[in-house]
C-alpha cells in the first residue's frame, strides 16, 4: 500500500467513524428520551418501522415519530435542534 493509498484510507476511515458517532449519538438520544418517558411512568413499546418508512414507537397506545418522542420527553423546541443537527451533520 503506497503512502498516498495509505493516507486516503485513512481519511476515508475517519470519516465513517464520524458518521458511526452522529448516528451513535442520535440513537443515544432515542434511547433516553424514550427512558425519560418510561420514568415518567408511560407505556414505551418498541419502535418498528410504518410502511412510510419512518421509525414509530407506541406511547400509551399512539405511535411517535422519531421526533414525536423528542418533543414528548423533552418540548418542542429540543426535538427539533435534535433533528436539525442531525440534518445539518448528515448533508
Known sequence: ???ITRVLFLFVMRGVNLQLGMVQQYE???FDAREVLHFRGKKVARPNLGEDGLRYCPVDGSP???RGVFKEAWGETL???ILRER???AG
Open 1 to 3: 500500500m503506497t503512502t
Open 87 to 89: 440534518v445539518e451533520r
Open 64 to 66: 411517535l415519530t422519531d
Open 79 to 81: 426535538a427539533d435542534e
Open 28 to 30: 443515544k438520544a432515542y
